[in-house]
């Protein structure tokens, strides 16, 4: 079980450019949530996603942040127009919807906006 | 919305002294969860204890809940150079779908 899979590590975006982080959950879970990482902060949730639906975006920005986990393939969260307060590590996280074992968190992706 | 916060922010210790830290809370929870997070890199889930549970143990870690006072303490015993890293609490919430995080606590073990 190679857990819960961000891609990529480091992405480096300029001015106004799109990004696209995405993150495969772990085996066997269905349920995806997105948190992100100022420098010296603790993680700030962001949305949380089933298979094609989206349960609770209430900590994503308005305008320019979206996200989707579809039926196939991997978890995206996709950053539109970057500007340099989006900097930041963006961590992703899976869990079974079901007990209460944890969470299991990605590795994170480092978003350098330049 | 509620939010872990842990005292203290930084702790610097000798190896094999205790390191205790501290959460509070402000709402009804399911579960608290302590989390570990190395310079640079992801978190590791570390312990969580429920909300009708008082104290749980995993190896060295020791961590107490006081749902009266909204608070839990994460204790590391005979602590290693390798147990440097960023600690965090984080509670799971009745009704929300996501962990509410603290700022963290900065653990340094001196060898």
């Known amino acids: 079980n190679a857990g819960v899979m961000q891609n990529p590590r480091h992405l480096v975006r300029r001015r106004g450019q799109e990004a696209r982080l995405r993150c495969s959950p772990m085996?066997?879970?269905?349920?995806v949530y997105w948190y992100r990482q100022l420098p010296e902060e603790g993680l700030k949730f962001m949305v949380y996603?089933?298979?094609?639906?989206?349960?609770?975006e209430s900590g994503m920005p308005k305008e320019r942040f979206s996200a989707e986990f579809p039926k196939e393939g991997p978890s995206i969260l996709r950053i539109q127009q970057v500007v340099r307060g989006d900097s930041a590590a963006y961590f992703c996280?899976?869990?079974?919807?079901?007990?209460?074992?944890?969470?299991?968190f990605g590795s994170g992706t480092r978003l350098t906006v330049v | 919305s509620q939010q872990g916060e842990e005292d203290p922010q930084a702790l610097s210790i000798q190896e094999g002294e205790n390191a205790t830290m501290n959460c509070s809370y402000k709402?009804?929870?399911?579960?608290l969860q302590w989390y570990r997070q190395n310079s640079g890199r992801g978190l590791v889930h570390l312990i969580l204890?429920?909300?009708?549970?008082r104290e749980k143990h995993s190896g060295r870690l020791r961590v107490t809940l006081d749902t009266s006072k909204k608070s839990s303490s994460l204790l590391i015993t005979a602590s290693r150079a390798a147990d440097t890293a960023s600690y965090f609490c984080?509670?799971?919430?009745?009704?929300?779908?996501?962990?509410?995080f603290g700022k963290g606590n900065q653990v340094v073990v001196i060898p």
């Open positions: 984080a509670t799971d919430a009745q009704g929300n779908n996501r962990l509410a």
């Open positions: 996603l089933q298979k094609e639906n989206i349960i609770d």
């Open positions: 204890i429920r909300s009708n549970e």
């Open positions: 709402t009804s929870i399911n579960n």
């Open positions: 996280a899976s869990s079974p919807g079901w007990g209460d074992n944890g969470y299991t």
């Open positions: 085996k066997g879970h269905s349920h």
